[in-house]
């Protein structure tokens, strides 16, 4: 969490009702095991996009996938 505080989120709490702002960063912790991060866009801006990743490692790393140009998850 402090990586997302020194680069500018806002903790919000997991109960409790949210005032968020256009183009501003957010994270909610969720019982001190997990949390979401999300920024909301511009003002007049419209839709919804989510990307989303689960890992039960406590590493997490990307490597190219043998040539076909996407990566892939690997646990150390």
Same mark, same amino acid.
């Given at each position: 969490?402090?990586?997302?505080?020194?680069?500018? $989120?806002?903790?919000?709490?997991? !109960?409790?009702?949210?005032?968020?702002?256009?183009?501003?960063?957010?994270?909610? #912790? +969720? =019982?001190?095991?997990?949390?979401?991060? $999300?920024?909301?866009?511009?003002? !007049?801006?419209?839709?919804?996009?989510?990307?989303?990743?689960?890992?039960?490692? #406590? +590493? =997490?790393?990307?490597?190219?996938?043998?040539?076909?140009?996407?990566p892939r998850a690997m646990a150390p």
């Amino acid at each position: 969490m402090t990586c997302l505080l020194a680069d500018g $989120f806002v903790e919000l709490p997991l !109960g409790g009702d949210w005032t968020l702002a256009p183009d501003s960063k957010y994270f909610v #912790p +969720c =019982f001190d095991s997990s949390l979401f991060a $999300f920024r909301t866009g511009k003002a !007049g801006s419209r839709g919804l996009k989510i990307a989303a990743a689960h890992t039960d490692f #406590p +590493c =997490f790393r990307l490597k190219p996938d043998g040539g076909s140009g996407y990566p892939r998850a690997m646990a150390p």
